[in-house]
């Protein structure tokens, strides 16, 4: 399954997040929540670019029509960002009353909706929420009484998408209406108690297995949602793994990001490539990124 694992990028991120693939021009984007950045990966050209930001940024997904414009979230809601020029424009923020709250994992499914969750910063309270911006604008909260809102993804033919509230320990399929956006039957289909670490970020391939990072637990493992069987992991040089995507020409590739955040200086000497971007070449492909169809 796995041909090798290299160190991409040593960004040495706080807390690495929200890893994006452009297929149109191979350009793998991500963020650093705490360290308040955008950062933009070149595969061909191995040029790496940083925008500062002011506020903390959790998500970034390419806009459909415009190169330039993205859509992002922020500790203080959805905002598209031009990145040439680093100018925000705010669209909603739905809980700007609720603040040891903020946003977290965000991903837009095959209709071009963006999905995005909060959570709450100690992790203890239920009243995070996930949350969907419709392509005309329309905000719905769709899930409530999180605690961390975190990773995503749908099946192929959209009848479920699978998502992850991290303290709970498990991965939740929800029946999928791809025309409307509204969510059916949850049914729990992995329990990741037995684990190393807690689930994080999510991706799927294009057999439909799960991949999910571990947070705390060194590594990424990939994941039947059937049987609800663990398939195989590959195992990193870092403790904090946060999330992955599959990008490359042939979508072969599965960039993954860590974190330094919670490491305290002995920790980050025997772990010093935390924060950095990882890449695993697989024999198994991953699906395109969804763009937010503005």
């Known amino acids: 399954m796995l041909e090798d694992l290299e160190l991409v990028l040593d960004a ?164 999928y209406d791809i025309e409307t956006g509204d969510l059916g039957k949850a049914k729990q289909i992995i329990d990741f108690s037995e684990e190393e670490g807690f689930p994080d970020g999510m991706t799927i391939d294009s057999q439909e297995m799960l991949w999910i990072a571990h947070y705390g637990g060194g590594r990424v493992s990939r994941w039947n949602p059937e049987s609800g069987e663990k398939l195989g992991e590959i195992r990193l040089p870092v403790p904090n793994v946060t999330s992955c995507t599959f990008g490359g020409k042939k979508l072969n590739e599965l960039y993954i990001t860590t974190a330094r955040s919670g490491l305290d200086e002995e920790e980050l000497k025997k772990y010093p490539q935390s924060g950095g971007v990882f890449k695993a070449k697989l024999d198994i492909p991953g699906v395109k990124t969804y763009l937010y169809q503005d």
């Open 12 to 175: 040495k991120a706080v807390l690495g997040e929200g890893p994006c693939w452009d297929f149109r021009n191979n350009i793998l984007y991500w963020v650093d929540i705490e360290g308040k950045k955008v950062h933009m990966y070149n595969q061909i050209s191995g040029k790496h670019k940083k925008i500062q930001l002011d506020r903390e940024i959790s998500a970034i997904i390419p806009c459909k029509t415009k190169d330039t414009e993205f859509i992002v979230t922020l500790d203080n809601g959805f905002h598209f960002l031009n990145i040439e020029t680093g100018q925000l424009e705010f669209i909603a923020d739905p809980e700007q009353n609720i603040e040891h709250n903020r946003f977290n994992d965000g991903k837009c499914d095959a209709s071009g909706r963006l999905w995005a969750g909060t959570m709450c910063r100690d992790g203890k309270t239920k009243d995070a929420a996930l949350y969907c911006l419709d392509k005309d604008g329309k905000l719905t909260k769709k899930i409530n009484q999180l605690r961390i809102s975190n990773g995503m993804a749908w099946t192929s033919n959209n009848h479920y998408l699978y998502h992850i509230d991290t303290p709970s320990q498990k991965v939740t399929r929800y029946e």
